[in-house]
């Protein structure tokens, strides 16, 4: 599975972004998927997690009510819509997909990654 992750960019506090994450490879709408972030000189963390069909989501507590992870296999895309966006939200976001198939994302094993696509929030 390959994974292209896309969207990120300069914003002000309070404002949105939608980033989107293109997988490619034989079943990667099978997969569960999530997005984990890295801020300068910290550790990478989960954000937001979904499972392979949509129907079991995760998030951070830092995030819950502001982020939403959704997806559209049709498209093998999964996107993370962020709204009021703080400057602490500032890092590198990468996408991520499970390296078997079928899991719901919360008990996933992350084993492909994409490059990652920097979000830096303005106060």
């Known amino acids: 599975v390959q994974l292209q992750a896309s969207g990120g960019g300069l914003v002000q506090a309070g404002g949105s972004l939608r980033l989107s994450c293109a997988a490619s490879?034989?079943?990667?709408?099978?997969?569960?998927m999530g997005w984990f972030r890295q801020a300068p000189g910290k550790e990478r963390w989960v954000v937001a997690t979904?499972?392979?069909?949509?129907?079991?989501?995760y998030y951070a507590d830092s995030v819950k009510g502001r982020f939403t992870i959704s997806r559209d296999n049709a498209k093998n895309t999964v996107y993370l819509q962020m709204n009021s966006l703080k400057p602490e939200d500032t890092a590198v976001y990468y996408c991520?997909?499970?390296?078997?198939?079928?899991?719901?994302?919360?008990?996933?094993?992350?084993?492909?990654w994409g490059q990652g696509t920097l979000v830096t929030v303005s106060s």
């Open positions: 991520a997909a499970d390296r078997w198939d079928g899991g719901d994302g919360r008990t996933s094993d992350f084993g492909f």
């Open positions: 490879g034989r079943t990667a709408s099978s997969k569960a």
């Open positions: 979904i499972g392979w069909d949509g129907d079991t989501t």
